[in-house]
């Protein structure tokens, strides 16, 4: 009895043993030191912003695919400065396929995260949340395919997002609606394919990116071209077209040729008139004319007077 329960409790010592072993494997092949290279840099922000000034960790990391937490920082600092002080890092191993958790613990001060040339396929608020105090995020030049819904819940101060040169096809509808953003790239990738440096600019590429990188977007697209094909004129519709133009045009030549022999005629009747008036006025009959020519009426005295002028039987 008491040998079998000695085997017992060694069995139970041998599983505790194993498990230990285990888990400080797994957290150890899951952990690395951060090595950085701390520097002031000025990193160009585009924008009204222009360009702004970093105290940065310059990151290294082991090659390790399988590192999920940071648990210390290996470097030294510049001018008596402390992790406290550090306000941007840069991640550019070509193997990394994740953002390391842990980073806040040693740089909880974070502006501006620099991300570049990974394996980077995801971005989400599990990543980014380490940062609330982010403004600048640059995640170009990696494998980014997919922004997830509320990926910037937890960085709600953020003014620049770089995404350009990514294979992003779609985002979640008002991805980017609750930040205030001042400058947008996204350029290089499957859909928004554009670089906004101001607000109004930024807010109307936002709109664009709401339908174009939509889930939706094939079906919006299906519908835009049914529309279309709907406001597309028919052969037959532009032929008619065509006909009641040339009938309105004949009409409107046909108007205008009657206004114009309205015009020449009321001239040509003005001036008749100013004629007769000028030849009354202007001529008396002298009193050597026969009387019988006095009792003419005024456009008989018009046309005897003018045969007279002509005649030369008139004196003036």
């Known amino acids: 009895m008491y040998d079998k329960f000695l085997i017992k409790r060694k069995n139970v010592f041998g599983i505790t043993l194993l498990l230990f072993i285990s888990v400080n494997i797994l957290q150890f092949s899951e952990s690395a030191e951060i090595i950085c290279d701390f520097h002031t840099t000025g990193f160009l922000m585009g924008g009204s912003i222009g360009s702004k000034n970093f105290y940065i960790c310059l990151a290294s990391l082991l090659k390790d695919e399988g590192i ?3 648990t210390g920082i290996n470097g030294e600092h510049s001018d008596s400065r402390t992790h406290s002080d550090v306000e941007a890092i840069r991640l550019t191993d070509d193997w990394l396929t994740e ?4 980073i806040d613990n040693f740089f909880p001060n974070i502006e501006f995260l620099y991300i570049r040339e990974t394996q980077l396929k995801t971005v ?3 990543q980014l949340q380490q940062f609330p105090n982010l403004e600048y995020l ?4 990696n494998q980014i395919e997919t922004i997830e819904v509320n990926a910037f819940s937890r960085t709600p101060s953020l003014r620049v997002i770089n995404l350009h040169t990514n294979k992003i096809s779609l985002l979640a509808y008002n991805i980017f609606r609750p930040l205030h953003l001042e400058v947008l790239d996204m350029t290089g990738n ?3 394919n554009e670089l906004a440096v101001l607000p109004q600019t930024v807010n109307r590429l936002i709109a664009k990116i709401d339908v174009l990188c939509s889930p939706l977007r094939d079906i919006i697209n299906e519908d835009l071209r049914l529309s279309s094909l709907e406001m597309i004129p028919t052969q037959n519709d532009l032929d008619k077209s065509i006909e009641n133009f040339q ?3 004949k009409t409107l030549k046909d108007k205008v040729l009657d206004i114009e022999r309205e015009v020449i005629n009321l001239n040509l009747a003005e001036a008749i008139e100013n004629s007769r008036n000028d030849i009354y006025i202007d001529y008396e009959v002298p009193k050597t004319f026969p009387g019988n020519l006095k009792k003419k009426s005024f456009s008989t005295r018009s046309k005897i007077i003018g045969t007279v002028i002509r ?3 008139i004196n003036m």
């Open 68 to 70: 999920a937490n940071i």
């Open 124 to 126: 989400n608020s599990n």
């Open 311 to 313: 005649k030369g039987e």
């Open 247 to 249: 009938d309105e045009n």
């Open 99 to 102: 953002v390391p958790s842990g």
């Open 138 to 141: 640059w995640l170009h030049k």
């Open 190 to 192: 499957n859909c928004g």
